[in-house]
């Protein structure tokens, strides 16, 4: 079974930067793409950020293009996300996933959730 825990989330104020975690245990890290996604309320979720299995692939969504970072290190089972310029905007829960697709930034090609942790940017 594949456990996908995130952390890192917080309150920011805007102009500032947060370092997301996430790891994944119960299969080989390196074979999952991993993304973030992001869930604020009254809005759907969106596609944030993902890499590819080595890592030399990341996809950003135009709202974060700029000022989000995602990285991976396989060696700690470990994906990043660095969030910085953080708007209000922003705010939401954000997720971390696993993905066993070759490439994917869809949502639904993600089969393995963390529960989220939350990120307060405020004005």
């Known amino acids: 079974q594949v456990h996908v825990v995130e952390s890192g989330g917080g309150l920011v104020q805007a102009g500032g930067s947060l370092k997301l975690s996430c790891t994944a245990s119960g299969r080989t890290f390196s074979s999952f793409t991993m993304g973030w996604f992001r869930q604020a309320p009254g809005k759907e979720r969106e596609s944030v950020a993902a890499i590819s299995r080595s890592g030399r692939n990341t996809y950003y969504a135009d709202s974060v293009t700029g000022r989000f970072t995602i990285s991976r290190d396989n060696a700690k089972n470990t994906v990043y996300l660095q969030t910085n310029s953080l708007k209000p905007e922003d705010t939401a829960v954000y997720y971390c996933?696993?993905?066993?697709?070759?490439?994917?930034?869809?949502?639904?090609?993600?089969?393995?959730w963390g529960q989220g942790t939350q990120v307060t940017v405020s004005s």
């Open positions: 996933a696993a993905s066993e697709s070759r490439w994917s930034w869809r949502g639904y090609d993600y089969a393995y």
